[in-house]
């Protein structure tokens, strides 16, 4: 079957279809979500750390320069280069592109959170203020927008040297301001260096936790050791972190690599967006510590061990079955023909909800927040966030698994009624 985008005599055509709002939405958003950021930072160590305050804290233009941001955030993507090119871990392939061919991927995103962590280790031997971080975060941030702008420019100048099987389905509509946020090339690489799949889960996710470590080393500084809310923030998400490079091969048939292209959407998500919107948790906690009572804690650990359970089982399923439907942990599954030959699970965690993985995220979101109490918005921005962010990544990959399995699809969906949340959504 030949695809939308592709014109009879195989040259890409234009693609109209818009998603994240069209043109107004690729106009705005670029500007509104680095504001965002910055305003996200200010408003979590300010003293009432509210999201209702006007005018808004955003800060001045001094406090986004320190000549020591870029240093940092160059020096870093360089370890994760050179950390990627190291010859450690295997290499696997992604799934098969248009041209009937397939890349090759190596997973050592483990290898290099590994080898951070030992790195911040001698840092801490050798009493590097690690703590100081906290006060370069505006600079961070801002060197990091600016990093996001510079390379979706050059990833969209470079795509139209990109042959037309290389570009993605809907970065292709001819609009300059749309193409350059949504993105053209599917897999832009220098070499064999894949610049979307380096970005992902490499500089950005690692990026988080090295974050969220120097909040605790400057609470450390300030208060003389970790509170218990900042040592659970850590150490859930670096267990969310390690989890996610531990099964790094499994991104390889997400969404975001098989199907989007690289534009400012995700790099700007990935090397600014996670690392300092999800590190929020930490840094409130540096201003506004909590104590929590043994039973909160024990709860919340509950919460993100049942998320976490849930999350892990349902994508190590989903990904075992996509890799070998023969396997024995998912032989036995109750499953559905498609016109496309592949088939989809309607039992086993598939068949509880369309996205039980969606579930298990969203309830380790919330136990993410829970350690900084009830008393302000702020903590529980990242679970709104992620909510309407998963609702609405539910319904774009609805309406790609609709396109691919048609009626088989609407099958599914009356197999397994619920989105996200069992007899709720
Ligand atoms: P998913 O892993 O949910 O994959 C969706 C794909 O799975 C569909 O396109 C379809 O692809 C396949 N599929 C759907 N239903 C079935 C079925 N019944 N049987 C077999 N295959 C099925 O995609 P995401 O990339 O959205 O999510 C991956 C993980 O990443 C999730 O856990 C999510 O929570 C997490 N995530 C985290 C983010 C963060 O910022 N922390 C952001 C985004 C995602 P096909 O049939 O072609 O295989």
Redesign the pocket.
């Known amino acids: 079957m030949r695809s939308k985008s592709q014109a009879p005599n195989g040259k890409a055509s234009h693609n109209t279809e818009r998603e994240f709002g069209g043109t107004l939405g690729a106009v705005c958003i670029p500007i509104f979500l680095p504001l965002t950021v910055l305003f996200l930072i200010c408003a979590s160590r300010s003293p009432d750390a509210s999201l209702l305050q006007w005018p808004l804290p955003l800060p001045s233009l001094d406090q986004l320069w320190d000549p020591l941001a870029p240093v940092l955030l160059l020096g870093w993507i360089a370890l994760h280069v050179l950390l990627y090119l190291l010859p450690v871990g295997k290499v696997s392939e992604g799934l098969v592109l248009k041209d009937g061919t397939c890349l090759k991927y190596p997973i050592n995103g483990f290898h290099s959170l590994c080898i951070s962590g030992a790195l911040l280790m001698l840092l801490l031997m050798l009493e590097a203020p690690l703590g100081h971080v906290f006060e370069l975060m505006l600079p961070l941030a801002a060197c990091a927008t600016g990093a996001s702008f510079v390379l979706s420019l050059y990833l969209y100048v470079c795509s139209f040297w990109a042959p037309p099987h290389a570009l993605a389905l809907g970065g292709n509509t001819g609009n300059p301001l749309y193409d350059f946020f949504i993105g053209r090339e599917l897999n832009p690489r220098i070499g064999h260096f894949d610049l979307k799949y380096f970005c992902e889960l490499r500089p950005g996710l690692i990026g988080w936790v090295v974050i969220n470590f120097a909040m605790l080393m400057q609470e450390v500084e300030l208060r003389g050791s970790p509170s218990l809310a900042m040592i659970l923030v850590n150490s859930f998400q670096l267990l969310y972190v390690a989890d996610a490079l531990w099964n790094e091969e499994a991104v390889l ?4 690599i098989v199907h989007d292209g690289f534009g400012f959407m995700l790099v700007f998500g990935d090397l600014t967006w ?1 690392p300092f919107t999800y590190s929020l948790q930490a840094a409130y906690l540096v201003e506004h510590p909590q104590a929590l009572s043994p039973l909160g804690v024990a709860a919340i650990i509950t919460l993100n061990g049942i998320g976490y359970y849930i ?1 892990r089982k349902s ?1 190590s399923q ?1 990904n075992q ?2 890799r070998n439907p023969t396997h024995p942990s998912v032989a036995r599954l109750e499953t559905i023909a498609t016109a496309t030959g ?1 088939r ?3 039992s086993g965690w ?1 068949g509880l909800v ?2 039980p ?2 579930l298990g ?1 969203l309830l380790m979101a919330l136990a993410w927040s829970l350690p900084c109490g009830f008393s302000h918005l702020l903590p529980y921005f990242y679970v709104i966030y992620f909510t309407v ?2 609702i609405h ?1 539910e319904a774009r ?1 609805e309406k ?2 609709r396109a ?1 399995y048609g009626l088989a699809w609407d099958t ?1 969906c009356r197999r397994v009624p619920y989105r996200i949340v069992p007899y709720i959504y």
């Open positions: 048939t997400t969404m975001d996670v999350f994508n989903k079955f996509r592949k989809l699970l309607v598939w369309r996205h993985n969606y995220d962010l998963l990544r990959d790609h698994c691919k599914y």
